[in-house]
């Protein structure tokens, strides 16, 4: 169909698939490359209807499509004019089965009833679907669309008192939709939400004394889609960047190329701003930002980004389970270290205010900087090594603060864990260390560059089993070729966990003679068990 048939003027190709069995694998193919699938039954055949649920729905979520489902009731004209059933009680049980189906219609190709209305549902369900938007069910916006709007409406409220003043409002009108909004218009806006939202409380008003809140916009693209207008919000949405998955699209979102052993940090500017976001959202200004308020300053991205691993307790806590101002900035530091463009990313999500992308920086190559026995890099990475049962776990969560637990438990997957070390003469760094299970090592060596972003790596075995000195050797030597064949080398150091029991014989001898085989230093004793870390982490 021409590109002009339809007002969003996009032109449609249909396919008519075959019903033959022998052509089964060729309508797959077809639906996989499909952004729409029309299903049909027939009105006057109800059985037709049944196999739309019990074969072609299932059938499409088997081969994984993921697209919008219009149904579609043909024969419109031969329906029985004695069935008083609507189409909405037909068809809610199965809605409500598969969410998968945007729009269901009926037609009459005979009688030239709906036809187009077909395919301008189906274009309209890619285009502008309603899925990601609204939760049919409760009839609510869904979380990730009131996050993306929310962060629309503070960037648009351009003095930042919390309401949109007629200014406001029209300047966002004509950035999206390239009109303004007429005096009356606006007045018959605010006229609506008013008597849809008075509000009795401050903050459920839609409209106050300075403008239309965030609860009368939030209102106002809730009524857009229920009456049909998805195409509305989807262009607010579009024109600040999103895409159909409401969050920022990729061509937004800076890449940094680096060499294997090349950082990537946050500028100073961008640390100061994070200092600043820190304190407007710490309320009470008691240095610690307690989980709700963490929440709010990523209440304009899709989600909290520290929610899952690596980062989600990847910094020390507080008593009140909160984070100080160094925990937060940490869980920065890890997140441009690990992924620069994710932390960029959530950047311009929380309103980043400058060019985002010159909020990280590229360090020296870790190779210069060893030749050159300086850096001026703010992160440093750590590797953590062991066998099993030799306190590396122990070792990690006693740098942020954790408590010592008798009760062994195996570390299956790599951890992180970040913290602000204090170095002489006021020196602030950021460390991060990297704690690998001793049955992840084998894998992590596949790779040539796996050491590259590598700053130290610890071995950590337990003082009172020579098993445990045996196994941290032999991987110490293995990480250590490693490093010699692909160029990437790393300085090492021993560590001698549960320093509290008693070591096992020829301890010393063997610690020696092995420190002085590798030229490193002598074993570092700790025990994690009595809080004693040896000053190891600076």
Known sequence: ?????????????????????????????????????????????????????????????????????????????????????????????????FREIETCIECSAFKHIQIPEVFYYAQKAVLHPTGPLF????????????????????????????ALSDAELNEFQVKCFNAPLQPSEIVGVKKVVEEKLPGGGVNDRGVNERGLTLTGFLFLHALFIEKGRLETTWTVLRKFGYNNDIKLADEIIPSFKRAPDQSAELTSEAVEYLRNIYELFD???????????????????????????????????????????????????????????????????????????????????????????????????????????????????????????????????????????????????????????????????????????????????????????????????EVASHGEDTGYEVPCLIVAAKDDLNSFPMAIQESTRVSQDMGIEAPVPISSKMGDTNNVFP
């Open 1 to 97: 169909m021409p590109d002009d048939f339809y007002p969003d003027r996009v032109p449609i190709t249909i396919i008519d698939t075959s019903s033959k069995a022998e052509d089964a694998g060729k309508v797959a193919e077809e639906l996989k490359r499909a952004d729409a699938v029309v299903l049909t039954y027939a009105c006057d055949r109800p059985e037709t209807l049944d196999r739309l649920s019990t074969f072609w729905l299932p059938e499409l979520r088997q081969l994984e499509v993921k697209v919008p489902v219009i149904v579609v009731g043909c024969k419109l004209d031969l329906r029985d004019e004695n069935q008083q059933v609507s189409l909405e009680q037909v068809m809610s049980p199965i809605m409500q089965q």
């Open 135 to 162: 939760d049919q069910e409760s009839q609510t916006l869904k979380p990730r669309c009131v996050r993306a709007l929310k962060r629309i409406f503070i960037l648009c409220d351009l003095d930042r008192d919390g």
């Open 283 to 477: 309320s009470d200004n008691d240095n610690n930002l307690r989980p709700a308020e963490l929440e709010d300053i990523f209440s304009t991205a899709p989600e909290s980004p520290w929610e899952e691993p690596p980062y989600k307790d990847a910094a020390e806590k507080t008593a009140l389970s909160g984070l100080s101002v160094n925990a937060f900035l940490s869980e920065w530091a890890l997140m441009t270290l690990l992924d620069p463009s994710r932390a960029v990313e959530n950047l311009i999500y929380i309103g980043y205010p400058g060019d985002a992308a010159a909020a990280v920086r590229l360090t020296r190559r870790r190779r210069l900087d060893r030749k050159k026995q300086q850096s001026d890099r703010n992160v440093f990475h750590c590797f953590v090594f062991g066998p099993k049962k030799a306190g590396k776990s122990a070792l990690v969560n006693s740098f942020i603060g954790r408590p010592f637990y008798d009760n062994y438990a195996p570390t299956t997957e790599e951890s992180y864990a970040v913290h602000v070390v204090d170095l002489p003469g006021g020196i602030k760094k950021t460390l991060v260390l990297r704690e690998i299970p001793e049955d992840g090592v084998k894998k992590l060596l596949l790779n040539k560059e796996s050491l590259a972003p590598c700053d130290i790596a610890v071995f950590v075995y337990d003082s009172s089993d020579q098993s445990s000195w045996k196994r941290a050797t032999e991987l110490l030597v």
